[in-house]
């Protein structure tokens, strides 16, 4: 039985167990990181990935922290874990609905070759990378939809993710991070 939230508003609970299963155990696994990072209960330099640290002194659990950790509680860590948890969860619902193990599978492919190329660019952090990725699948596979940029403009599906990255510059980030996720 569903209990409403008190006062009619918004009930948090129902809105998180809604949400897929893959997707919410990577939204979860990135909030509860940067919280750490936040608390300073998690170091992000115990979380990055250093391509030597991994092989060299068998520091393998940065193969998956590095795409956990989204910077610092900001207006870009918002935009990040609401791109996070829309588009993984459409693709989840929708192009992967029932084949929950082929939607990981895509994950892993694109973490690899992610990780694979990261060490090329310098690139320490990968979660944003991934988010770009699975917008870019989303947007790909729902070309005719129409989006809205905050009100702003109207475009199609396929250029979300370069409207991202534009946002994205204009809020000082990088462009290679992104890059690498399209």
Do not use: K
Not at 41 to 68: A, K, V
Not at 91 to 108: C, I, Q, S, Y
Not at 110 to 136: C, N, Q
């Amino acid at each position: 039985m569903d209990i409403p939230a008190a006062g009619g508003g918004f009930d948090f609970m129902s809105w998180y167990m809604e949400i897929p299963v893959v997707s919410r155990l990577y939204f979860t696994g990135a909030f509860l990181t940067t919280a750490g990072c936040a608390l300073d209960i998690i170091s992000p330099f115990s979380l990055y990935y250093n391509f030597d640290l991994i092989f060299s002194q068998g520091q393998i659990w940065r193969l998956f922290t590095t795409y956990l950790f989204f910077g610092m509680f900001s207006i870009d860590f918002l935009f990040h874990m609401y791109f996070l948890v829309r588009y993984c969860r459409l693709l989840e619902e929708g192009d992967f609905r029932g084949r929950t193990a082929n939607f990981v599978l895509m994950l892993l492919f694109g973490i690899a070759f992610m990780t694979l190329v990261a060490p090329f660019f310098s690139v320490h952090f990968l979660g944003s990378s991934l988010t770009f990725m699975m917008t870019y699948v989303w947007g790909r596979r729902n070309e005719h939809a129409r989006m809205s940029f905050l009100g702003v403009f109207t475009f199609r599906a396929p250029y979300l993710p370069w409207v991202m990255l534009g946002f994205s510059v204009l809020l000082g980030n990088p462009v290679t991070i992104d890059l690498i996720g399209i």
